[in-house]
């Protein structure tokens, strides 16, 4: 063979070679269906500023592949996959992502990690810390006056202008799940706040042990100031999350199916461990019995947050659970409808 001849052949496979290393059919070969990128539990998403857009899913520049495949392979099982020729959505939210739960593959993405006031949508933080330090939710707890000094919603009053039941007051004693309840229904910021006090002993411990958790799910877009979310008047700015953050949050809730039965619950009531106050509990997601296969559901309002909203719900076929998060979102009981369907009608799990 003359060596014009080999070299040929050795460059014409070199190209066969090459180009089967870049296309799909690898990423098929070692189990990644249409070039999905995963996120996973401790892996930092980058800024906007390096975001690009591949086959409908965020993709990052200065992130190695390698790391994003391998870090997201670990016993995924089906992830979700863009089904062809479907465009991006946009929602008018000043943020908003969503995300497959178990897999952690980003099927919506608008400036997810832009850094912002969320409002209640903290108190999923603290749910989770109420559940994991929480031994025995038929505990007493009495409530401080510390946790009855914060304004907004709070038990017996759906706002800070108006009162429809009884308030809880100084030194009544509940049961520890009835605070959870009152938190996640009625996102009531005096509840939040006597768990975060029951639990660490005042609430600024209790912020460093959220935050502290935060930083154990490698979450780098989230300082805590309270467990209710109410932002510290001069210290705003140092009240932030990402919607990215939280949703990796209530994706991490889901371990914990005591917060997700709590928020399924439409209404009801609890009374004070002697019986003698009864105060009532009213679900703020509007979308509980509305939106097909929904899980539950969080608001969020505070005037520099602006309205925000964090759905959990399943695809249609009820296998594949997924997270959905709007913030500052003035149509967001709309826009997540929107949102939802969308996700239904654009991915399928292979």
């Known amino acids: 063979m003359s060596k014009t001849k080999f070299f040929f052949i050795f460059f014409i496979f070199f190209l066969l070679f090459f180009g089967f290393f870049k296309s799909n059919a690898f990423f098929s070969a070692i189990g990644v269906k249409n070039s999905v990128v995963l ?4 892996q930092e998403v980058l800024g906007e500023e390096n975001e690009k857009k591949q086959d409908g899913n965020v993709a990052y520049d200065n992130q190695s ?3 994003i495949f391998s870090a997201g392979l670990k016993n995924v099982g089906l992830v ?3 089904k062809k020729n479907i465009s991006d959505f ?3 939210a000043g943020s908003s992502v969503a995300i497959d739960v178990s897999s952690g593959t980003i099927l919506h993405y608008d400036n997810g990690r832009k850094q912002t006031q969320i409002a209640s949508l903290t108190k999923m933080m603290t749910a989770i810390l109420a559940v994991e330090n929480i031994k025995d939710f038929n505990a007493e707890v009495t409530i401080p006056k510390e946790a009855l000094q914060v304004d907004g919603t709070v038990v017996g009053c759906p706002t800070s202008v108006f009162c429809n039941g009884n308030r809880m007051f100084i030194g009544e004693k509940v049961h520890a799940i009835d605070l959870l309840r009152a938190m996640l229904l009625n996102s009531a910021n005096d509840a939040a706040t006597a768990l975060g006090i029951y639990i660490a002993g005042s609430k600024d411990k209790f912020v460093d042990i959220m935050n502290q958790r935060a930083r154990d799910l490698g979450l780098v877009d989230t300082h805590f100031c309270t467990p209710s979310g109410l932002e510290i008047d001069g210290r705003e700015n140092e009240c932030y999350s ?7 949050i209530a994706s991490e809730s889901m371990k914990y199916d ?3 039965n709590t928020m399924k619950i439409p209404e009801g009531q609890f009374f004070s461990t002697d019986g003698k106050r009864m105060h009532l509990l009213k679900n703020t997601d509007l979308l509980l019995d509305n939106v097909p296969n929904c899980l539950g559901g969080k608001t969020g309002f505070t005037p520099l947050a602006g309205k925000s909203l964090m759905l959990g719900a399943t695809d249609l076929s009820g296998k594949h659970k997924m997270i959905f998060v709007l913030l500052n979102d003035e149509k967001r009981w ?3 409808r929107l949102l939802v369907n969308w996700v239904d009608a654009s991915y399928e799990w292979k």
């Open 258 to 260: 005591l917060i997700w």
């Open 90 to 92: 946009r929602v008018w």
């Open 80 to 82: 979700p996959v863009r």
């Open 242 to 248: 990402s919607a990215y953050d939280i949703a990796r």
């Open 65 to 67: 592949t390698q790391d």
């Open 39 to 42: 996120i996973s539990g401790k």
């Open 334 to 336: 709309e826009d997540m």
